[in-house]
């Protein structure tokens, strides 16, 4: 291995600034300046271009991952005419933002811009009036905004990038538009970056089988990023429904028909219970074991002396044998200092108990049986969360997903809702059982 891959690895494996300190005083400044600008070097693999056959290369991700620079390293190796990028320099290439605002402050002058990454030799010039930046070897990029369509119409390129797409106010036309100027050169490609929204456009991309998607999160750039913000903005918004988008770059969507909405959930969040009256777990089993089995649904929830109920913890695992799922709900009964443990004995019967009893004999089972359907069930535990009685005692993204994707028919994907079906039970034993019959008040 030569000295310049030793070093290359050296700083990829690097995760400290004093180590990469250490490292790169061992250079000289001409070293240091060339493999600084060297993007190969520092890129993760998710800010490279797949390696696959796509037209269009959709990096999703979160504030701060990386997407803009990701961006830019694409349009710098094109217009230079650099591998992996391109072969030969491309000649004529669309920038496309929000507004034409954002592609001059975030695209061509932000940190991770055009005019930033590259050396003075080959730096593009920047001509506000012309929309245009031009470098020396002939290469031209246009400057072009998501609020003038009709913008794109003359113009042609062999490759584009559009920033912040799921932002852009007439993203369709835009897109459009921007796909009958895709005419030059033999392969001509486009790179889409943007935080995750559920928009129409997004989700036409991710289903187009000529676009390849590489995801991001804030966290997978840590290294670049102020501890205060890490420690701030993550540390405040990890799991929420605004954290997962911005920070993990997820797209995340409600189901029109699901009986859970996010912003219900969202809106009645808090990060940890008050004292609690009773606390219960709840365990919904899989009907069988073994690895095709469903997940064991696992979840604790408690009532405060004012009647107001709190989901505490979502354990659910896909679990090979009936003890392992045993041992998980009773260790999570132990360390709540839960009041009972509830188990769903439609499937197994006496079996739930028995097996509870041969890890924790001392573990009290109240057993409960299913006699309506699963929507039947779960309406009248939703409409507690409809009228603010329920809140979520930290985040619990897994559970909450299939809350807010539970419509008529299930979950979308057929899946069996095991997770919800634990938390449904639980919130039934502590808010609706009075004699045996569900109570509600209706709003």
């Known amino acids: 291995m030569s000295s310049a891959s030793i070093l290359r690895a050296a700083l990829r494996a690097s995760d400290a600034r004093s180590?990469?300190?250490?490292?790169t005083a061992l250079l000289s400044d001409a070293d240091w300046a060339r493999l600084r600008d060297d993007w190969l070097v520092w890129a993760r693999a998710d800010q490279l271009p797949p390696e696959s056959d796509w037209t269009t290369w959709l990096v999703l991700g979160g504030r701060g991952a990386g997407k803009t620079r990701a961006g830019a390293e694409w349009v710098k190796g094109l217009a230079l005419g650099r591998p992996p990028f391109a072969a030969a320099p491309a000649g004529r290439i669309a920038l496309v933002g929000e507004t034409l605002a954002d592609v001059r402050d975030v695209m061509i002058e932000g940190v991770s811009g055009l005019l930033r990454i590259h050396r003075k030799a080959e730096r593009p010039s920047w001509?506000?009036?012309?929309?245009?930046?031009?470098?020396?070897n002939g290469a031209v990029a246009q400057v072009f905004s998501s609020e003038d369509p009709e913008s794109l119409r003359g113009p042609q390129f062999e490759a584009a990038w559009a920033d912040e797409v799921a932002k852009w106010r007439h993203a369709e036309a835009v897109w459009d538009m921007l796909q009958f100027g895709l005419r030059l050169g033999d392969r001509p490609r486009q790179v889409a970056t943007t935080t995750p929204r559920p928009v129409p456009l997004l989700k036409r991309l991710?289903?187009?089988?000529?676009?390849?998607?590489?995801?991001?999160?804030?966290g997978a750039n840590a290294f670049?990023?102020?501890p205060r913000f890490l420690d701030a903005i993550v540390g405040r918004y990890q799991g929420t429904r605004l954290g997962r988008q911005e920070l993990d770059g997820e797209l995340i969507e409600d189901r029109e028909d699901?009986?859970?909405r996010r912003e219900e959930i969202e809106?009645?969040?808090?990060e940890r219970a008050p004292v609690l009256k009773r606390i219960v777990v709840a365990v919904d089993p899989p009907a069988s074991s073994g690895a095709k089995a469903d997940a064991c649904g696992i979840v604790a929830a408690g009532r405060d002396e004012n009647g107001m109920a709190y989901v505490l913890a979502d354990q659910s695992f896909r679990s090979g044998r009936p003890t392992d799922w045993a041992a998980r709900a009773i260790g999570l009964y132990h360390a709540l200092e839960a009041d009972a443990l509830v188990a769903e004995v439609n499937q197994g019967g006496d079996m739930v108990a028995a097996v509870v009893r041969e890890v924790d004999a001392s573990v009290p089972v109240r057993p409960v049986r299913a006699t309506r359907g699963k929507w039947l069930r779960a309406e009248p535990v939703a409409a507690l969360y409809a009228q603010g009685r329920v809140r979520h005692a930290g985040t619990f993204p897994a559970l909450e997903d299939e809350l807010c994707d539970f419509g008529p028919e299930g979950l979308a994907g057929?899946?069996?809702?095991?997770?919800?079906?634990?938390?449904?039970?639980?919130l039934t034993v502590l808010m609706l059982e009075s004699r045996g019959r569900p109570k509600v008040r209706h709003v």
């Not at 180590?19 to 490292?23: D, G, K, R, T, V």
């Not at 809702?417 to 634990?422: E, H, Q």
């Open 19 to 23: 180590e990469l300190a250490e490292i």
């Open 127 to 136: 001509r506000p009036s012309l929309r245009r930046l031009e470098w020396p």
């Open 206 to 218: 991710i289903a187009d089988p000529g676009t390849a998607v590489t995801r991001a999160s804030t």
């Open 224 to 226: 670049n990023l102020a």
């Open 258 to 260: 699901a009986l859970w």
């Open 267 to 270: 809106r009645l969040r808090i």
């Open 414 to 426: 057929g899946r069996s809702p095991d997770r919800l079906d634990a938390l449904v039970w639980a």
